[in-house]
């Protein structure tokens, strides 16, 4: 699952933002008391006993995962000034030791079939002060670094509706399903045991501006950079989420995103074939 955002008016220094990799185990676990903190404490996840007992979001694929942290340099309280993050899982490591994090609720075996290079994006958390758009755009440019250092062609992972009451959902999923399914080649499939059908109203009977504003900004966020949707939601309800699948080639990163990588770097974003854009 991934956080839904609630975006914040709250003003703080955009250029004491840093975005980066972590770069030991004691950040790490900051960004797994992040975790706790915001699905656990503010979201109402229900956390086994060691995890409340440390107050840490843990799994064992916090071992083999790349860890993004957005930090505020501008505050002075150590490992605290981490206040978001987001966990990548590039497909050689997924493959090397055992599977995605995702395949735990979707058939993802036509991306894997796609023949291009898989990231998954997962555990994407940010304090609420921080859920504001620069941020966000900050978060985005590191991904956008990450994604070309690596040759990814596709990224995909569980994106969250808060709650799990699929009626008080239903015009949210059933917009996702007609405006945004993913093409058959490539569209992941909620596990046959899991699946929650999001084809709950005719297309006809609804605002399709009214469903995407009343999404989660990441959700939004997602679509924006040209994401599509796999078929079939998913209710965890450990995290208290109804999640979906979003599924996102790299190519299709607003080209804002291209530009910004280019510049600083002077490399050239994979296609999903693995071409210069």
Not at 54 to 83: E, F, N, P, W
Not at 91 to 99: D, I, P, T
Not at 183 to 199: G, H, K, Q, Y
Not at 206 to 220: C, N, Q, V, Y
């Amino acid at each position: 699952m991934s956080t839904l955002w609630r975006m914040s008016s709250h003003s703080f220094d955009p250029d004491k933002i840093e975005v980066r990799l972590t770069k030991n185990d004691a950040e790490i676990e900051a960004a797994q008391r992040l975790r706790y903190t915001v699905f656990y404490e503010e979201y109402g996840a229900k956390p086994d006993k060691e995890m409340k007992r440390q107050k840490r979001d843990m799994d064992a694929y916090d071992a083999i995962t790349d860890h993004l942290v957005v930090i505020d340099k501008g505050c002075s309280k150590g490992l605290d000034t981490i206040v978001g993050t987001y966990r990548l899982l590039r497909q050689s490591v997924a493959e090397e030791h055992g599977e995605f994090y995702t395949s735990h609720e979707y058939d993802i075996q036509p991306l894997i079939d796609s023949g291009t290079t898989l990231l998954e994006l997962g555990r994407s958390c940010v304090l609420p002060d921080y859920r504001t758009r620069p941020v966000l755009q900050k978060m985005w440019q590191e991904i956008a670094h990450y994604v070309a250092d690596h040759d990814i062609g596709m990224m995909f992972g569980c994106a969250s509706l808060h709650g799990t009451n699929i009626d008080e959902l239903s015009e949210q999923l059933a917009y996702l399903y007609h405006y945004h399914l993913a093409d058959p080649s490539v569209c992941p499939r909620a596990l046959d045991e899991r699946f929650v059908d999001m084809n709950l109203h005719a297309k006809k009977d609804l605002d399709a501006k009214k469903a995407f504003m009343s999404l989660p900004p990441l959700i939004k966020g997602y679509i924006r950079l040209g994401a599509s949707i796999g078929n079939g939601a998913v209710v965890d309800e450990q995290f208290n989420t109804t999640d979906i699948c979003i599924v996102m080639p790299t190519a299709q990163i607003t080209k804002k995103y291209l530009n910004h990588y280019e510049r600083v770097t002077q490399k050239i974003m994979p296609t999903k074939q693995g071409k210069a854009v």
